[in-house]
């Protein structure tokens, strides 16, 4: 049992956490060995990865146990969630269910229609965001019943973050025009029309970068201005991040 496991137990379950992670994102194993690893940190009865696609603005589960269901809502209707923008906040330490506050579970969907149904007492929700700030997706984990998860384990699963999200962005769909994943950050937010200036600030880059970034799509999409990018951007479903 996970609560009955010593720090050290739970420090040498988060290492072989990091190695299954290693073996997916090289592709040698599938995103599950990484699931499996997790278990071994903290019990849970259901568990999910899933990358986020900018372009289609959803969740795509690459390896999971939730029911049918809660899978759809996960990759379909998550990130509309009243939740999630506390998800997605500045702390990035995830969020953990006995630590929502009630008024905030009483207005979530996912809450009320797909976890409260299956029984579920605690777990944690983490968004995944890769070195360069892209969110790439997220880890959801779910208990039920009185299952007590030790501190070491909760501080683990927020430390192995890294590792979880780079095993998630390796399976990233091929991107439209052979443009990085900078690039169609910032080629979203020319369909909100942005100057650079308020570009740079919103991607947390300089002005004199994000001109690079646009000369750079102009040329891949071969492209004769901004208005045609972001023309092309809405024609793809490219949308800037709330």
């Given at each position: ?16 956490v ?43 589960t ?5 029911p049918?269901?809660?899978t759809?809502?996960?990759?379909t ?41 299956l ?8 968004c ?14 779910s ?37 990085s994943?900078?690039e169609?950050?910032v080629?979203?937010?020319l369909?909100?029309?942005r ?18 970034h ?22 793809w ?6």
């Amino acid at each position: 049992m996970a609560a009955e496991r010593s720090t050290a137990d739970i420090l040498d379950a988060a290492v072989h956490v990091r190695e299954a992670a290693r073996s997916a994102t090289s592709g040698a194993t599938g995103v599950d060995t990484v699931l499996a690893a997790l278990s071994e940190v903290m019990e849970y009865d259901h568990a999910s990865l899933a990358r986020w696609d900018p372009l289609r603005r959803c969740h795509t589960t690459l390896a999971g146990s939730y029911p049918d269901d809660a899978t759809a809502y996960i990759e379909t209707r998550l990130h509309r969630d009243p939740v999630f923008p506390v998800l997605r906040g500045p702390d990035r330490g995830g969020l953990w269910l006995r630590d929502v506050p009630r008024r905030l579970l009483d207005a979530s969907p996912g809450f009320q229609e797909v976890l409260s149904p299956l029984g579920i007492e605690d777990g944690v929700a983490q968004c995944l965001f890769a070195a360069d700030g892209r969110y790439v997706g997220m880890l959801n984990v779910s208990t039920r019943g009185p299952r007590c998860t030790p501190d070491p384990a909760r501080a683990v699963v927020t430390l192995l973050t890294e590792s979880l999200a780079a095993a998630v962005d390796a399976r990233e769909r091929p991107r439209p025009g052979g443009l990085s994943p900078r690039e169609l950050q910032v080629l979203a937010e020319l369909t909100a029309g942005r100057t650079n200036r308020e570009i740079a600030e919103r991607l947390f880059i300089t002005p004199r970068t994000v001109g690079t970034h646009i000369e750079h799509i102009l040329a891949k999409l071969d492209l004769p201005n901004r208005a045609a990018a972001a023309a092309r951007a809405a024609a793809w479903g490219i949308e800037p991040s709330p």
